[in-house]
């Protein structure tokens, strides 16, 4: 192990010295020298979780799991899935899927990949027992239950590649979700130890894990290539690692020293300053994030017809453009509705969408109609966690309404984050709170089912609305994502008029590279393509 | 004795004006009372640091305590348009990443940073000073037990007590729960140091000689022992009001401060930090605030110190 | 002075208890439920939120999640993180690197801050003296991230004469530049401790005694005002070697050390009271120890102390 150890620290100082050479000899790097034995430095956290994909809920883990596992598809740049493992995805009814993979693929340790690994492996996410922070994704699939071990009666194997799913009801989408994290296939060894399997995983994907302990805890994980990979994402590098930094202003230093080759966040405090730290080689792209804040429908002056004026009113109170603009940098873009503009079905111009605009004297008429019904008494606070960078633009937001409608408004931090969700899971908090989401698949309903549908997991608002439920429903019902999409336009019409939540901006992924990489792209989940990327 | 007679008629040899020695031998009733804290103050008031910082402290006393006389401009009226904005007539020291007056809210923050200072300093000196006082002087298991407490409480990291007194008090974030915060966990430092120094100091000659004519020890304590063990507890004393104003922008900086609707220099510094390449002039004038005033307290310790140690005064 | 060592040390299982208890009390206060977290502003489902919380027994009432605890401490178990990691584990891979990053930070302040304070005391009220107190002042005055931003922006990136963070394996070369920034925060305390110490014991009778013996300058500073201003300065640096190990927090974060406190601070927002307990038993018994080491070199600098059996 102390030789391992020592070939991976000489292998950094190699790469370092490298970079230094690369430096003192001139600006332009030799383009002969790009290799496909380089490795990749990028940017990581430690995982929050064991490595096991029904298990990973977080861009740490999931960073890993998606570089060393391929599923049934995966996801283009531009959210538009392709078929990796899988041959074919086929239904007639939006609710019975037949489901082929391709033969003769195997894991790293040289088990054969079969349609056994997948209906095992959800077998294993879903069952209530096994307490998998990703079972809500398999609710769909028939025998699913939440609150006692039932198997999963919808998966049948039919032969070693070919296996159906039946669902509970009929979803245009469910074909657009296999390529997250929660569906990737298991080797039948994970079974075994499952806990040993977490922390060093035995995988499908493009890359695999350079040795049981390339975890180390805290520091870094290195990914090698799997030479047995034969799917649509060949790496065109010699592999990743992956730097956990506790801040992402440790990982920005790095990057401006050289010794970091990618970084896929930058933090708010460089805003200002990226583009010309990095000249020519940033990223700032829409992504699938949408942010907001919630009021939740019971909070006192927020319900009935006055409620609906105030949340006009409030909303219309806050200069999204400024805000993004000048807290942001431009690396926001403000909301025109519920989900994001990289999602297929998304709209600029739904009806009722200039409820999201910047419009201080309607903003004031909306308020004091409100006032008419029942006078404004106390402050209106956002409640945030303090441990999330959130201050500054909560701060921004609150000070707009305050300017705007001339009323005390101000931000309220919780000091962790354990302790936000608590108060928004337990329903005790009492003002409104930050709301974020991230699309685990990009496709429409994801923004807009678990969060507004009535009694959803993730309705914090406890929002519902009889209108919005049935157009979800009628929308789920269609067999092509086309006219699916437009019945979900018209069910924002319904949140628009609601406004259950003020959906603030979309957040825009913000990268940067260094002078050494080149072909750096960013996919519709945020996440850097490290597969395509090359180096020299 | 219904009457003193006259000293010379008791006298059997010369009388008293005609033996110049006499003066060597008498005990000076009529002169000035000796007082340690008397003798402190005569000195104190012959120095000019003691007016300089004096004054300064004055000043920052009345700023605090009447902000509205120095300034007319909200502080918390803060606009995205006047954004990192310059000098300029209406914002003299310009505005911050908020957009508001970096010289209100310095102004305004006075107030909130003071009271963390002294509170917090307070509670520091007075727990550590009693701590350590009986620590040191009584030693045995009184030593042990104190001792010990303290190892206890100081080994909590303060972030730890910091996160678990703001999340307790998150609906009342105040001055209070703050200085409980930094403070709580931060005595048995001063503690250990006074107790230290009460350990070289208790076998001193004065100490035995004081003990031999039967003073009681708690006398002994207060009287002898603590004033001549007292210097470097004013030192941490004095850097440590500094400390605490600076603790609090930490706390800030890590999500556990007072929140944004409480202007403080604390505040304002660890907000201004992400603009420390944009616009450092917001981060700059709260820091040199927070210097002068840490300075004046200082040099005002530096005055307290030297005039309550006699042998320093004696050279003088 | 065995006996006096002995009863010290025997000192540490009382300690030990108390502040186990007092920690895990701590965590346990902490308001929000650890789990809720887990699943990030998704929301899990509350018969999954019962059944992690089964398993981590956060349902149990406080004694007994202490007292399980405590059994695992004593069959060598000291719990896991929630990322499966045993906190043994955890613990050596992070005191290591943290130690030598506090050894450094010590060492810097107190070569600089003791050779300073010497001099100011020597030279009380003079330019250097008013120089010293101006720059101890303005450390002071500035937060630690701030100092820590610039110092990372100007020397790891600007100029490149420090890696910006710390490396794998975090060698010396690396930690020296954080060190650097840990050791500006009691800097100035260590120069005001030395010089009000020097100047105090300027007047004592036995450096009189000494120089009026034709003892060297040199020698008497040395032998006699050094040795024994040390007394508060040393009970310092040795209560501030105990901060630094788990206050690093923010340093730590900037220059991404993988040590004690960036990992304790996560653990603390994350609520794992394993990690954090563990961590911080560590402490105290570092701690305890450190101040026997400290109270042992009172009687080495002052021979007046002595300690009874």
Redesign the interface.
């Known amino acids: 192990m102390k030789i391992k ?1 020592w070939v ?2 000489s292998a ?1 100082v190699a790469a370092g010295a490298m970079v230094l050479a690369g430096c003192s000899a001139g600006a332009s790097p030799t383009p002969t020298s790009t290799s496909s034995t380089a490795v990749i430095t990028v940017n990581g956290s ?5 490595l096991i994909p029904t298990n990973t ?2 861009t740490g883990g999931g960073k890993i799991t998606d570089n060393i596992f391929a599923g049934l598809v995966y996801y283009k740049a531009d959210g538009s899935p392709v078929n990796d493992v899988a041959e074919s995805i086929k239904t007639t009814d939006a609710q019975n899927y037949t489901i082929k993979i391709k033969p003769g693929l195997k894991f790293t340790n040289g088990e054969a990949v079969t349609a056994k690994s997948f209906v095992d492996a959800w077998q294993y996410g879903a069952l ?2 096994n ?3 990703n ?2 994704f398999f609710e769909s699939i028939q025998g699913f239950s ?2 006692k071990d039932s198997p999963l009666t919808g998966l049948k194997v039919v032969d070693s590649t070919t296996f159906t799913v039946a669902l509970v009801d009929k979803e245009a989408d469910f074909p657009l979700r296999l390529g997250y994290t929660a569906f990737m296939p298991l080797p039948a060894v994970a079974f075994k130890d499952m ?1 040993a399997f ?2 060093s995983p035995i995988g499908n994907g493009p890359y695999k894990i350079k040795s049981p302990t390339a975890w ?5 994980i290195d990914l090698v290539v799997n030479p047995a990979y034969t799917g649509p994402r060949k790496p065109k590098n010699g592999g990743l690692s992956i730097i ?4 992402e ?3 920005y ?2 990057l ?2 050289g ?1 970091l080759d990618v970084l896929d966040s930058v933090p ?3 805003l ?2 990226y583009t010309t730290d990095f000249p020519g080689r940033t990223v700032n792209q829409p992504a699938a994030i949408f942010q907001s804040f919630t009021i939740p429908s019971n909070l006192a002056h927020f319900t009935g017809a006055e409620g609906k004026l105030r949340r006009q009113a409030i909303s219309m109170a806050v ?1 999204r453009d ?2 993004t603009k ?2 942001f940098q431009g690396t926001r873009t403000p909301a025109t509705d519920f989900t994001s503009p990289v999602i297929a079905g998304y709209s600029k111009n739904l009806p009722g969408s200039g409820v999201l605009k910047y419009n201080p004297t309607e903003a004031k008429k909306a308020w004091a109609a409100a006032d008419a019904i029942s006078p404004w008494t106390g402050s209106f606070q956002i409640a945030y ?3 999330g960078g959130h ?2 633009w ?3 937001v609150t ?2 309404i305050k ?1 705007t409608l001339g009323i005390d408004s ?16 337990n329903r005790t908090i009492k003002t409104a709170f930050r ?4 699309a685990d698949y990009p496709a429409l309903f994801n923004f807009l089912g ?1 969060l507004y549908a009535t009694k959803a ?2 309705n ?1 608002g406890d929002y519902s609305s009889a209108a919005f439920d049935a157009l979800l429903k009628q929308g789920q019902a269609q067999t092509d994502v086309a006219s699916a999409n437009k019945l979900f336009q018209k069910a924002q019409g319904v949140l628009l008029a609601d406004l259950p939540v003020v959906p603030l901006w979309y957040s825009n992924v913000t990268g940067a590279y260094g002078k050494t990489v080149s072909n750096v792209k960013f996919g519709w989940n945020s996440v850097p393509i490290y597969t395509d990327i090359s180096k020299g | 004795m219904p009457s003193n007679p006259p000293l010379s008629a008791t006298h059997f040899v010369a009388p008293i004006d005609e033996t110049p020695l006499l003066g060597v031998d008498t005990v000076s009733i009529a002169a000035r009372k000796s007082n340690l804290y008397l003798d402190a103050w005569r000195d104190v008031r012959g120095r000019p640091l003691f007016y300089i910082s004096g004054a300064i402290i004055l000043l920052i006393l009345v700023v605090a305590l009447m902000p509205k006389l120095f300034t007319r401009i909200d502080p918390t009226y803060c606009n995205l348009d006047l954004s990192n904005g310059g000098p300029s007539a209406a914002h003299l020291l310009g505005s911050t990443f908020q957009g508001c007056d970096v010289y209100a809210r310095i102004i305004f923050g006075a107030g909130t940073s003071l009271a963390v200072g002294f509170i917090v300093t307070a509670l520091v000196t007075l727990v550590g000073v009693v701590v350590g006082a009986i620590a040191g002087f009584y030693g045995r298991w009184a030593d042990a037990v104190l001792s010990r407490v303290g190892d206890i409480f100081f080994s909590i990291p303060y972030i730890l007590a910091a996160v678990v007194i703001m999340s307790l008090f998150s609906s009342a974030r105040n001055v209070w729960t703050i200085s409980l915060a930094i403070g709580a966990f931060a005595w048995p430092s001063t503690a250990r140091i006074l107790r230290g120094q009460i350990l070289s100091v208790k076998n001193a000659d004065y100490v035995t000689s004081a003990t031999a004519l039967g003073v009681s020890p708690s006398k002994i304590l207060l009287k002898h022992v603590l004033p001549n063990s007292i210097a470097p507890v004013i030192v941490i004393t004095t850097i440590g009001l500094a400390a605490a104003i600076v603790a609090e922008s930490t706390l800030s900086f890590l999500g556990v401060g007072l929140g944004s609707g409480t202007i403080s220099w604390g505040n304002e510094i660890s907000n201004a930090q992400g603009q420390l390449r944009t616009n450092p002039s917001s981060l700059i004038y709260p820091s040199i605030a927070l210097s002068v005033t840490v300075l004046a307290f200082i040099m005002m310790g530096e005055v307290v110190r030297d005039a309550l140690d006699p042998k320093a005064r004696a050279r003088r | 002075m065995v006996w006096y060592i002995l009863r010290r040390l025997l000192q540490l299982i009382p300690v030990f208890f108390g502040a186990t208890l007092l920690i895990y009390f701590m965590v346990f206060a902490l308001p929000g439920d650890p789990i809720a977290a887990l699943a990030g502003d998704r929301g899990l489902n509350p018969a999954v939120i019962a059944q992690l919380r089964a398993h981590y027994h956060l349902d149990q009432p406080f004694i007994i999640q202490y007292l399980i605890y405590l059994r695992g401490i004593f069959t060598g178990d000291l719990g896991t993180s929630f990322s499966g990691q045993p906190v043994s584990q955890i613990l050596a891979a992070t005191f290591p690197v943290t130690l030598r990053l506090t050894i450094l930070a010590v060492i810097i302040e107190s070569a600089a801050g003791i050779l300073i304070g010497l001099v100011s005391g020597l030279r009380k009220g003079k330019l250097f003296d008013a120089s010293a107190l101006v720059v101890s002042l303005i450390m002071i005055s500035i937060p630690i991230f701030v100092i820590a931003f610039v110092s990372q922006f100007i020397f790891g990136i600007k100029l490149a004469w420090a890696p910006p963070t710390v490396s794998e394996g975090a060698p010396w070369g690396d930690l020296i530049l954080p060190a650097f920034v840990l050791a500006t925060v009691s800097f100035a305390y260590i120069v005001r401790l030395t010089r009000a110490s020097v100047i105090e014991n300027l007047s004592e009778d036995f450096v009189r005694t000494a120089t009026a013996k034709g003892l060297s300058r040199r020698r008497v500073i040395r032998v006699h005002i050094l040795r024994n201003s040390m007394i508060p300065v040393v009970t310092y640096i040795g209560t501030d070697f105990g901060t630094l190990i788990v206050g690093a927090t923010v340093t730590e974060g900037i220059f991404n050390v993988p040590g004690v406190g960036r990992t304790l601070y996560q653990a603390i927002i994350r609520g794992e009271a394993p990690t954090v307990v563990s961590f911080v038993t560590v402490m105290v018994i570092i701690y305890v120890v450190f101040n026997l080491l400290i109270d042992l070199l009172y009687g080495l600098l002052d021979p007046r102390i002595r300690y009874a059996k």
């Open positions: 150890r991976a620290i950094v430690e995982p929050q979780n064991p809920n977080e209530f027992s307490k998998q922070l079972s809500y939440y609150d806990t977490g922390a180390q805890h805290n520091v870094k956990f930094y506790a801040t202003d440790a990982a230093a790095e401006q020293s010794s708010n405090t460089d200002a300053n200069n400024q805000i000048v807290i966690n303090a441990d201050q500054a909560v701060d921004a000070n707009s300017n101000s931000g309220a931090p919780y000091p962790t984050f354990a302790q936000f969700r608590t108060v928004i899971t709301t974020g989401w991230q678990p997991g993730s914090d």
